[in-house]
């Protein structure tokens, strides 16, 4: 079982360029999010997806968006990047629902030159 | 809203000692408490989870909690501590009450473990 993965696992990225994170999960669960992963800050929740075709904000989505095509997919776009962008990006999956477990991948370490 | 904060953000402590990981939590909603791990360049997996009954419980790697609701503590605990131990510990919250399972988590506990 695969469970969530990430891609890519790193990138370099120079300022103002489009870039999309990829995240598919083979759980079928309805939840999906993402966080970002400062030093000191713990992780901060960006966007999230409690089901299919519908999306929310999180604590700080600004210069983010996201989509939800399907139950699998839960891509995370940066339109035009910039270096405070820069962190590592995990994605997670769950059961609807607080009482969940959340699963996360293993992270895109993204760099904004 | 709710908010979580790790009182201690480096805990180093030797081989085989005890350890408690410090984790208070504000909310103004009845809350579920977990604690993730996080094992260097990897992803977080949960240790354990409190969503109601006995107020300890105990998770993988020999790791335990106790939720104290009068105190808004979830401290996490390990009676003797191995090398492989060393990580990055996180404790979260989320809304008992909600449909939604968004988590708010605190910033993190580095635990290194000595020989």
């Known amino acids: 079982i695969a469970g969530i993965t990430q891609a890519p696992t790193s990138q370099i990225l120079a300022a103002g360029r489009r870039m999309t994170l990829r995240c598919t999960q083979d759980?079928?669960?309805?939840?999906m999010y993402w966080y970002r992963q400062d030093l000191g800050l713990g992780l901060r929740l960006i966007h999230y997806?409690?089901?299919?075709?519908?999306?929310g904000k999180g604590e700080v989505p600004d210069g983010y968006s996201v989509s939800r095509a399907n139950t699998d997919d839960f891509p995370l776009t940066l339109a035009s990047a910039v270096p405070s962008q820069t962190s590592v990006y995990f994605c997670?999956?769950?059961?609807?629902?607080?009482?969940?477990?959340?699963?996360f991948g293993a992270g895109t370490r993204l760099s904004v030159l | 809203a709710q908010s979580v904060t790790q009182l201690d953000s480096q805990v180093p402590v030797f081989e085989e000692a005890p350890v408690e990981l410090r984790c208070n939590y504000s909310s103004s909603v009845s809350v579920y408490l977990f604690w993730y791990v996080q094992y260097p360049n990897q992803g977080l997996q949960l240790l354990l989870k409190?969503?109601?009954?006995?107020?300890l419980v105990k998770g993988i790697n020999g790791f335990e909690a106790e939720f104290n609701k009068s105190q808004t503590s979830f401290h996490l605990r390990k009676p003797s501590v191995h090398i492989s131990d060393t990580a990055e510990y996180f404790c979260?919250?989320?809304?008992?009450?909600?449909?939604?399972?968004?988590?708010?988590f605190g910033k993190g506990t580095k635990l290194s473990v000595k020989p």
């Open positions: 409190y969503l109601s009954g006995s107020t």
């Open positions: 759980m079928r669960h309805n939840a």
């Open positions: 997806s409690n089901t299919a075709g519908t999306t």
């Open positions: 979260a919250v989320s809304d008992a009450g909600g449909s939604q399972g968004n988590l708010i």
């Open positions: 997670a999956s769950s059961e609807k629902g607080g009482r969940n477990i959340q699963y």
